[in-house]
């Protein structure tokens, strides 16, 4: 992934990170990560690039309502990882999809790579 093609935000790329194909073990996990006012975003002009937005603005409790901590949090996120040394190859991340009955409201590329997950 190269992110000095992406204009908007060359930290935001997980999105383009796909599915890995049968018999591919995936190389990346996420992780989730709370962006706080200590952090000091904001103060540094770096809140632009938090790859987050809200549809809507939360609501007067919003997402604080769950918070615990003293941290003041002004967006969740999730960031990717690599889950081992990778060169040279391919970044894939196991989707998790959730099937409906049977399964068959899961698209015809996707496959299932850790049936055990699935069970939980």
């Known amino acids: 992934l190269d992110g000095k093609n992406n204009k908007t935000n060359p930290f935001a790329l997980a999105h383009v990170v796909n599915h890995p194909p049968p018999n591919v073990v995936p190389n990346c996990r996420t992780m989730m990560i709370n962006f706080t006012e200590a952090m000091g975003l904001k103060k540094m002009d770096l809140d632009k690039y938090v790859p987050n937005t809200y549809a809507r603005s939360p609501m007067l409790l919003g997402a604080k309502a769950f918070e615990t901590g003293n941290e003041d949090v002004f967006m969740h996120g999730f960031a990717l990882y690599a889950?081992?040394?990778i060169c040279n190859e391919e970044l894939f991340f196991d989707y998790r999809l959730s099937p409906g009955?049977?399964?068959?409201?899961?698209?015809?590329?996707?496959?299932v790579h850790n049936k055990e997950e699935l069970q939980m």
Request: no cysteine.
């Open 83 to 85: 889950a081992r040394d």
């Open 101 to 111: 009955s049977k399964g068959q409201n899961l698209p015809s590329w996707y496959h």
